[in-house]
């Protein structure tokens, strides 16, 4: 890889060469993947990405850290919509409101960024198998883009998974092993039998290629908005991961001389459990927190990818803030009802902190925000029946509609 110098531990410096199979650090450090950005400045320019037909997240190749000979994985990840949100800006009290919806992703949410970057480095390390250990998206965005590519996969998850996202699994023909016990002995199991069989791993934060995927919705985000950086882009938090590759994504721009300013980044995170956006606002290390709340998604009590996450956080001079599983549900009926966009309760929980920010006044009225949606609202129909409520039920005769239509207020 031409565009590749090494991969570095963020935490002692340490410097390894970008081996398709890299994991932490022997420090225990996660590893950030470190570009040549003279050599991608001389080779990439924006008349050249306007050219291209090619609108999944591939389009950035030179920003990727793949071998130029890497078959690219079979699903089209990426070129997600970047919506206009009028109405929903004029409700806030913002200047410009972006939503970028990531549930339109073949299996769903934005980890399929991940876990298709994934396969391309498993396929460049003569992997056959891939394993993870995860509660849902990265779990089956795995098993997704690793069927399209013939690769067989080992999933570990505990016995507590949603429904929804276990028949992804099913699906999509993984080994699906249902730990009984809690995530910890999930992620302890499946550690183990990677150890013992060498199946590539696809753990987060383990594996440093995860994030580079991530931060394709970054640079997505910036070509969408021609090169205009917005002042604010705001993101639901778990591990960590996302907001980290959103963040090296723009910094890789940034490098490149394809945006002039950087955005502020907004961390968005469960009133009970907010680990990450708590030592920022504390000001001391994170610590484990529990795991209450029903955006199941981001409930990470021990975040895998702490440091990144936060150097991320306050490199942007980022705000965070953190909602209730209520404000979340609002969201999800907000979103759905000004947008048309149908997320889980974890992907619109960037919009529900935002509405947070805007009213409590934190964000300036001539504020220019995009708002990220992680993940669909099909992943999780009951708690999108719980937010926004039940249909008219009546057996089929109009003057029983009529009736129903009166007692509910409607005038049709
Ligand atoms: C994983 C996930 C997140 C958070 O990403 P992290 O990298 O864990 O911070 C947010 N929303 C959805 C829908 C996710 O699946
Ligand atoms: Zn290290």
Request: proline share 5%; glycine share 10%; net charge neutral.
């Amino acid at each position: 890889m031409k565009n590749v110098k090494h991969a570095k531990c963020v935490r002692c410096g340490r410097i390894y060469a970008a081996a398709p199979d890299l994991t932490s650090c022997a420090c225990g450090g996660i590893l950030d993947i470190v570009y040549d950005y003279d050599y991608i400045r001389s080779t990439f320019t924006k008349d050249d990405l306007a050219q291209r037909r090619d609108s999944t997240m591939w389009r950035f190749r030179e920003l990727l850290p793949v071998e130029e000979d890497t078959p690219l994985p079979p699903l089209r990840v990426g070129g997600s919509p970047l919506y206009e949100a009028d109405a929903l800006a004029q409700e806030l009290g913002l200047a410009k409101l972006y939503i970028k919806d990531d549930g339109i992703n073949p299996t769903a949410s934005l980890k399929d960024r991940a876990s298709a970057m994934a396969v391309a480095k498993a396929r460049e390390a003569g992997a056959q198998v891939i394993a993870c250990s995860s509660t849902g998206n990265a779990a089956s965005s795995l098993a997704g883009n690793a069927a399209a590519a013939g690769l067989s996969t080992y999933i570990f998850v505990p016995s507590r998974a949603p429904k929804g996202k276990v028949a992804q699994l099913m699906t999509f023909g993984a080994t699906v092993v249902s730990v009984q016990g809690s995530y910890e002995d999930t992620f302890e199991l499946s550690r183990a039998a990677i150890e013992k069989w060498g199946w590539y791993n696809r753990n987060a934060a383990i594996n440093p290629y995860l994030s580079e995927g991530k931060k394709t919705v970054g640079l997505e985000i910036m070509e969408q908005l021609n090169w205009a950086a917005p002042d604010y882009i705001a993101v639901s938090v778990g591990d960590g991961c996302t907001i980290a590759g959103l963040w090296k994504g723009l910094k890789d721009l940034h490098a490149i001389g394809f945006i002039d300013r950087l955005p502020r980044l907004i961390s968005v995170q469960a009133e009970g459990c907010c680990p990450l956006n708590r030592a920022i606002e504390t000001g001391e290390d994170w610590r484990p927190m529990e795991e209450n709340t029903l955006a199941d998604s981001i409930a990470v009590g021990v975040p895998r990818n702490a440091d990144k996450a936060l150097m991320a956080i306050r490199e942007s001079d980022g705000l965070t803030v953190n909602v209730s599983d209520q404000e979340i549900m609002a969201a999800q009926k907000l979103l759905g009802r000004r947008c048309g966009v149908f997320g889980e309760p974890a992907g619109v929980t960037g919009t529900a902190g935002l509405k947070k920010l805007c009213q409590a006044g934190r964000i300036p009225s001539d504020a220019v925000v995009v708002s990220v949606v992680t993940g669909s609202g099909l992943k999780d129909v009951a708690n999108a029946i719980a937010a926004c409520g039940e249909p008219i039920s009546i057996p089929g005769d109009m003057a029983l509609l009529e009736a129903a239509f009166r007692q509910a207020g409607i005038r049709a």
